[in-house]
C-alpha cells in the first residue's frame, strides 16, 4: 500500500492529465459532435445505393414477445392510435411502397413509420429525431437532407422517404438479417454489433443487453405488420386511408414570404405548410427550392408569379457595440429581432449579463419589391431632378396598454404576419405600453417639397394626393404648423 501511495505521488502528474484529457475530449464530443460529424461526411460520403430490380423477402416472424405487444395494441386507447396512423398513412403510403419497390426492399417496411412517427411528418422526439421516419442530424447531413432555420428536409416524405430506405438496404446488407436490420436503425448498426459480439448471439431474439426501447422496437414492428395483414384475424376493421394529395412541384427563387406565395396560389399560409412540411419558418429560403403545389393549380400560380412576382426578403448581418445600460432585451426589441437569436448567433452563455464593449451580430431584414411598373413624374411644383426612391422604416410607440396588432397593421396598409416578420420579437397579439416595432413601407416614388409661404399641410395634401397624417407620419410632425422653407417628403402621383 506504501508503494502504491508512493507511485501515484511520483506519477501524479500523469493521472492529471489524463483525467484532462479525458474531460475535453468528452466536452469536444458534446459541444461539436454534430459538426465532426459532418465534416467526416464531407470527406466520406455516403455510399449511394443504386435500386435494384427483384425484392428482399420479409418473413414475419410469432414469438411471445410479438403476441405480448399484438395484445398491447387491442387495448383501446392503443388501438384507436394505430387505426388513426392507418388512416393518415394514405396520403403517403404510395409513394412509399413505389419507392421500396425500386429498392427491392420487402412492402412491409412501409409500416415502420406508424411506429416511428404515427405517419405526423411535424412529429420529433427528445431526442431530436424528426419526420415521418424519425431521422437524426446526424444520419441527416449523411444522405444530403437539408436543415437551416427556414428548412429541414427530414420532414420532406419524398425526400426522407429515400434517405431511409438507402438506410435499411444498407442496413440489411451489412447484416444480412432483418431483426438486426431493424434494430440498427433504431440502435444504430455498430452498437449492435458490439452487442453481438459481447452476447455472441445467434439471433435478436437472444440479445439481453440493449435498451429496453431498442428491446421492444423489433418485436412491436412485427406486430403491427401482424395486425394490419390479417385484421379479421384479430377482430380490426380498418378505416378507410386518406386520399393521397394530388400535387406538382415547381422550382421557384427563394427569400420570399410563405404568405406572398400562398396569397398568388390560392390558398392559406397554413395550408401551403401542410403541403411542403419542410418548411419550418415564415419565409422560402435562400436559392432554389421545389414547391409543392396542388396540381390543378400549379399553371394558374405560374401565371399569377411570373406577373406579379413576390417581394424579396433581403438580410444582413450588422455589429453593434454593447453601451452602458445596453441589455439583450433592448438591443433585441431595437433591431426587430429576438433574444434567443441573438444569444445564438454570439455563442452567449447567459442572457442576463453582457459586457460593456462587447461586438454583437445583429441580423437584420429588408424587403425589396421588384420594379414591375414605371411610375411617371407629375410637374406640380416638384423639380425631376429632387425625386428619390426611397425605403421608408417607420417606429411606432405604443402610447398605451393592449393596442392590438391588427389594428396598427391597418393603419399602416400591411399586415399582421409582415409585422412579426419585421419584429421577430413579437409573439402577443396586443402590444404593451412603451413597445417599439419597426414598419417597412414598401418603396414609392416620393420627392422633396420645398414649402412655401402661405402652404399648408391640408394645402400640401390635395396639390400631391398625399393625406395629411401621411405627411405627418413620413416627416416626423407632430404637429400642422410648418415654416418655410422646409423640406417635406411628399408622393408623387
Not at 500523469?14 to 475535453?24: T, Y
Not at 396542388?294 to 399569377?304: G, I, L, T, V
Amino acid at each position: 500500500m506504501k508503494n502504491f501511495f508512493r507511485n501515484l505521488f511520483d506519477n501524479w502528474w500523469k493521472f492529471g492529465f489524463g483525467l484532462l484529457l479525458g474531460a475535453l475530449v468528452t466536452f469536444i464530443g458534446m459541444r461539436f459532435g454534430d459538426q465532426i460529424t459532418q465534416l467526416v461526411s464531407s470527406f466520406y460520403p455516403a455510399q449511394k445505393i443504386e435500386p435494384t430490380i427483384g425484392s428482399i423477402p420479409m418473413k414475419l416472424p410469432m414469438n411471445d414477445r410479438i403476441t405480448a405487444r399484438i395484445k398491447f395494441f387491442l387495448r383501446p386507447v392503443m388501438k384507436k392510435e394505430l387505426l388513426d396512423s392507418y388512416r393518415r398513412s394514405g396520403r403517403y403510403i404510395k409513394m412509399i411502397e413505389a419507392a421500396l419497390e425500386e429498392y427491392g426492399l420487402p412492402r412491409e417496411l412501409a409500416w415502420l413509420p406508424i411506429q416511428e412517427s404515427s405517419y405526423l411528418p411535424y412529429r420529433q422526439s427528445h431526442v431530436g429525431a424528426v419526420g415521418l421516419w424519425q431521422i437524426m442530424p446526424a444520419m441527416a447531413s449523411e444522405y444530403g437532407l437539408k436543415r437551416n432555420q427556414w428548412l429541414d428536409e427530414r420532414r420532406d416524405p419524398e425526400k426522407s422517404t429515400l434517405a431511409a430506405i438507402e438506410y435499411l438496404r444498407f442496413l440489411y446488407d451489412h447484416f444480412k438479417d432483418w431483426d438486426y436490420a431493424l434494430a440498427s436503425y433504431n440502435y444504430g448498426y455498430s452498437k449492435v454489433g458490439r452487442a453481438i459480439r459481447r452476447e455472441k448471439s445467434k439471433s435478436f431474439w437472444q440479445l439481453r443487453r440493449v435498451p429496453k426501447e431498442t428491446y421492444n422496437f423489433v418485436p412491436t414492428f412485427y406486430a403491427i405488420c401482424h395486425l394490419l395483414s390479417q385484421p379479421e384475424k384479430y377482430g380490426i376493421q380498418l378505416p378507410q386511408p386518406f386520399v393521397p394529395y394530388e400535387t406538382g412541384r415547381m422550382t421557384i427563387s427563394g427569400s420570399v414570404s410563405i404568405r406572398e406565395i400562398a396569397k398568388r396560389a390560392g390558398m392559406t399560409s397554413r395550408d401551403l405548410k401542410k403541403l411542403n412540411p419542410a418548411l419550418t419558418g415564415k419565409m422560402i429560403p435562400t436559392g432554389d427550392f421545389e414547391l409543392i403545389l396542388p396540381k390543378n393549380d400549379k399553371e394558374a400560380f405560374a401565371k399569377r408569379y411570373k406577373e406579379n412576382p413576390p417581394p424579396r426578403i433581403r438580410f444582413s448581418n450588422q455589429f453593434y457595440k454593447v453601451k452602458r445600460g445596453d441589455s439583450l432585451y433592448k438591443i433585441a426589441k431595437k433591431f426587430g429581432t429576438t433574444i434567443n437569436k441573438l444569444k445564438a448567433d454570439n455563442r452567449l452563455r447567459s442572457t442576463r449579463w453582457i459586457n460593456v464593449g462587447t461586438v454583437l451580430k445583429v441580423q437584420t431584414v429588408e424587403i425589396e419589391k421588384p420594379d414591375t411598373t414605371a411610375v411617371d413624374l407629375v410637374d406640380a411644383g416638384v423639380e425631376t431632378e429632387d425625386s428619390v426612391p426611397i425605403k421608408l422604416r417607420l417606429t411606432y410607440q405604443a402610447e398605451r396598454e393592449g393596442i392590438a396588432l391588427d389594428t396598427i397593421a391597418r393603419y399602416y396598409s400591411v399586415t399582421s404576419d409582415e409585422m412579426r416578420l419585421w419584429n421577430s420579437w413579437l409573439e402577443a397579439e396586443r402590444l404593451s405600453k412603451g413597445d417599439e416595432i419597426t414598419i417597412l413601407k414598401e418603396e414609392e416614388k416620393v420627392a422633396i417639397y420645398s414649402t412655401k409661404k402661405g402652404d399648408s399641410l391640408w394645402d400640401i395634401s390635395k396639390k400631391f394626393g398625399t393625406p395629411v397624417h401621411q405627411l405627418k407620419r413620413w416627416n416626423q410632425l407632430k404637429g400642422s404648423r410648418i415654416y418655410p422653407g422646409a423640406k417635406l417628403l411628399v408622393k408623387i402621383r
